[in-house]
């Protein structure tokens, strides 16, 4: 089983970029789903983007065309890129892993991830 370990989190203005990672541990990273999931102040947690483990991807609608995730096997980690930044993206960000036999299938439901990292805290001013 990994484990998740978020960092890249910032205090930027909006319209600025910013590009969180999630470095997980272990030797089977790469057959491992992976997904961004945000909680605001007082709000329930959203989904935000996910990865298959052979790099396919989606992402929310609230974000999409703002947001791009992507990883890399070798360096067990997935980066969550984020542009043009708005003060409602302000949230923590976390990442989380489920463990899939299939390469192609991205996991857009909270529930269906079993391995959760800290977070990282995002600040969009404006």
């Known amino acids: 089983q990994v484990q998740l370990a978020e960092s890249g989190g910032g205090l930027v203005q909006a319209g600025a970029s910013l590009r969180p990672s999630c470095a997980a541990s272990?030797?089977?990273?790469?057959?491992?789903?992976m997904g961004w999931v945000r909680q605001a102040p007082g709000k329930e947690r959203e989904f935000v983007a996910a990865i298959s483990w052979n790099g396919g991807s989606t992402a929310a609608d609230s974000v999409k065309g703002r947001f791009t995730v992507s990883r890399d096997n070798a360096r067990n980690t997935v980066y969550l890129e984020m542009n043009s930044l708005k003060p409602d993206d302000t949230a923590v960000y976390y990442c989380?892993?489920?463990?899939?036999?299939?390469?192609?299938?991205?996991?857009?439901?909270?529930?269906?991830?079993?391995?959760w990292g800290q977070g990282t805290q995002v600040t969009v001013s404006s």
């Open positions: 272990g030797r089977t990273f790469s057959r491992y789903a």
């Open positions: 989380a892993a489920k463990p899939t036999v299939s390469g192609q299938i991205v996991y857009v439901h909270l529930y269906e991830y079993h391995i």
